[in-house]
């Protein structure tokens, strides 16, 4: 069965903390992706992966940044966490092949980041 | 640049069917989908059309007609469970979301 795994449910933390959200997937997908989700705004892409060690910069980058070191694992990093972070934030994985319906993303249950 | 264009709400009753329209302006568009969120969970996949036409997945349908940049979802027989949000989402690869549709079902 398909698993998307995020490390936390709920989390808080104060302004200027550095911030690491975790995602590990166990598909053996080469795309990875980090969204954050705000009411009324819905999913907006902050960054992916299309490979180990690969990134690239989504709609909304600023104020995060991102690692893939192992194909399965996809960080997350908020350098220095401001209140308008706080959010939803969601991780997906899918397939390489571009075109066909191995593009679904599955997702996961997504971290609730509040930030004081 | 990508956008999709979605309606915010949609209400119906139960036993209904209902419509879902998205409309899309995206560079090198492969195809659309359908995702399904409940509140406080993830979205969770639920069609994809890579080429034109009608795609059936029981009581679900979707289409997708390129050349209007246009595609729907179709959901027959609703159920109170089909309370959700939904969103289409398409793009090059890397999937651009519509804002969703929240459709509220009725007794």
């Known amino acids: 069965d398909v698993k998307v795994t995020q490390s936390s449910r709920y989390l808080v933390k104060r302004t200027g903390e550095k911030v690491f959200l975790e995602c590990v997937q166990d598909m053996d997908h ?3 992706f980090w969204y954050r989700q705000d009411p009324g705004l819905g999913l907006r892409l902050i960054y992916f992966s299309y ?3 690969m ?3 989504g709609d909304i980058p600023e104020g995060y940044s991102v690692s893939r070191e192992k194909k399965e694992r996809f960080s997350l990093i908020l350098e220095s966490a401001s209140t308008n972070q706080t959010s939803m934030y969601l991780c997906a994985s899918s397939s390489a092949h571009s075109g066909t319906s191995q593009e679904t993303q599955y997702f996961g249950p997504g971290t609730r980041l509040l930030v004081l | 640049g990508q956008s999709l264009e979605q309606p915010s709400e949609v209400t119906a009753v139960e036993g209904a069917i209902v419509q879902i329209n998205c409309t899309y302006q995206t560079s090198g568009f492969y195809g659309l989908s359908w995702y399904q969120q409940h ?3 993830a979205p969770t996949f639920l069609s994809y059309n890579g080429l034109d036409g009608l795609e ?3 009581r679900f ?3 997708l007609s390129r050349s209007d940049s246009y595609g729907y979802l179709l959901l027959q027989e609703l159920q109170m469970k089909d309370s959700a949000s939904y969103f289409c989402a398409g793009g090059a690869g890397k ?3 519509g804002d969703g549709t929240t459709l509220t079902v009725k007794p």
């Open chain 2, 61 to 63: 349908s979707s289409f």
């Open chain 1, 30 to 32: 080469e795309n990875m």
């Open chain 1, 55 to 57: 990134k690239e910069k």
């Open chain 2, 39 to 41: 509140d406080g969970g």
């Open chain 2, 95 to 97: 999937s651009t979301f």
């Open chain 2, 56 to 58: 059936e997945t029981g």
């Open chain 1, 51 to 53: 490979d180990v060690k």
